[in-house]
């Protein structure tokens, strides 16, 4: 089966890894070759490792422009969070890791709890073809949502257009809120994003060994030994179900 792998993921014997930048809890830094460094890029690298291949990375701003580079041949593997839009031209494995995704809300709001967010009128900044932007998408019916580029741009429309909510990971939001005395953040969460790998549908063989590889990366502890290795305990939770 290894051998139908390599040839699917990697038949030149280099591994092309999509990653996505724009996230600074799976990619934590640049090693001095210029290379991602953080809990994806191991991920990715520890495939390689397993298939006997060099891995190589390919990195994107955004994961909404990995998503969309699938059918353009520019990478064996992506390292996004799965979601039912990204899934109908990219095959995903189960979540590696989980993010909780939650709101933010300026001083004074009069919003208690995630559910108050989803009413008339009110109006939220997120960062646009993010995973929990595709999530509020489907699932809000009341609540407007304001994109704009990346977490910073959300962060700044929510701040310059004195929008009701901010939407983002509780990690990143834990860090905004620093800056902005008065401000909360809601209990709980809407969604926790799912970060997982995936691949085009054609490769089969390929999408069976990665949800193995995932599922023994998690049982195993691999998953938990990165966490620690990059100093994200707390914020990424290894993830749980199948």
Do not use: C, W
Not at 135 to 153: C, D, I, S, V
């Amino acid at each position: 089966m290894i051998e139908a792998v390599r040839q699917e993921l990697a038949p030149n014997g280099i591994l092309r890894a999509g990653i996505n930048m724009s996230n600074p809890l799976l990619v934590t830094g640049k090693t001095e070759a210029g290379d991602p460094a953080g809990v994806s890029p191991d991920m990715a690298r520890a495939i390689a490792e397993r298939l006997g291949v060099e891995v190589r990375y390919v990195q994107f701003p955004s994961p909404g422009v990995l998503a969309d580079a699938v059918g353009e041949d520019a990478y064996d593997i992506g390292l996004i969070a799965a979601e039912p839009a990204r899934a109908e031209s990219i095959t995903f494995t189960s979540a590696y890791v989980e993010i909780e995704a939650t709101y933010l809300v300026p001083a004074g709001s009069p919003l208690a709890v995630i559910d108050d967010v989803d009413r008339p009128g009110i109006r939220i900044a997120v960062s646009d073809r993010s995973a929990y932007d595709l999530y509020l998408t489907r699932a809000l019916e009341h609540g407007e949502l304001h994109r704009a580029k990346g977490l910073a741009g959300a962060l700044e429309l929510f701040i310059s257009s004195k929008l009701d909510a901010l939407s983002g990971l509780r990690p990143a939001l834990i860090e905004d809120i620093k800056t902005m005395p008065g401000a909360r953040i809601l209990d709980g969460n809407y969604t926790t994003v799912q970060q997982a790998i995936g691949t085009p549908p054609k490769n089969s063989a390929a999408a069976a060994f990665l949800q193995d590889f995932v599922m023994e990366a998690r049982a195993s502890g691999l998953v938990a030994k990165l966490i620690e290795r990059h100093d994200v305990e707390g914020r990424l939770l290894v993830a749980s179900g199948i």
